[in-house]
Nanobody, 124 residues
Framework: QVQLVESGGGSVESGGSLRLSCVTSGTTISRYAMGWFRQAPGKQREGVAV???????TVADSVKGRFTISRDNDKNMLYLQMNNLKPEDTAMYYCAADGKWWFASLKRWEFAYWGQGTQVTVEL
């Protein structure tokens, strides 16, 4: 069974940085597309960044140039480096995985496995 656990969230001031991590167990992520999604209160869950097993990435326009997704297949880890954070980035951030390893779309309904989330709060 695929299990995903996020870490690295917290509270930062506007303009600050955070690095989110997601560790996967129960499988090897080299066979999976991986992604980060976020959900703010009262809003739908939205795609932030996705990376397939070939390293091809898709990044949401709202975070392009500020957020970078990466993966370490040997360590079964997924990362999201977030720089120049803004208050509108405040949300619960979720790690996701799916067996369609070639996939690089931000469509949340395409991902089968989800972590519990880690909260990111950006203060003015």
């Amino acid at each position: 069974q695929v299990q995903l656990v996020e870490s690295g969230g917290g509270s930062v001031e506007s303009g600050g940085s955070l690095r989110l991590s997601c560790v996967t167990s129960g499988t090897t992520i080299s066979r999976y597309a991986m992604g980060w999604f976020r959900q703010a209160p009262g809003k739908q869950r939205e795609g932030v960044a996705v990376i397939n097993n070939a390293g091809i990435t898709t990044v949401a326009d709202s975070v392009k140039g500020r957020f970078t997704i990466s993966r370490d297949n040997d360590k079964n880890m997924l990362y999201l480096q977030m720089n120049n954070l803004k208050p509108e980035d405040t949300a619960m951030y979720y790690c996701a995985a799916d067996g369609k390893w070639w996939f690089a779309s931000l469509k949340r309904w395409e991902f089968a496995y989800w972590g519990q989330g880690t909260q990111v709060t950006v203060e003015l």
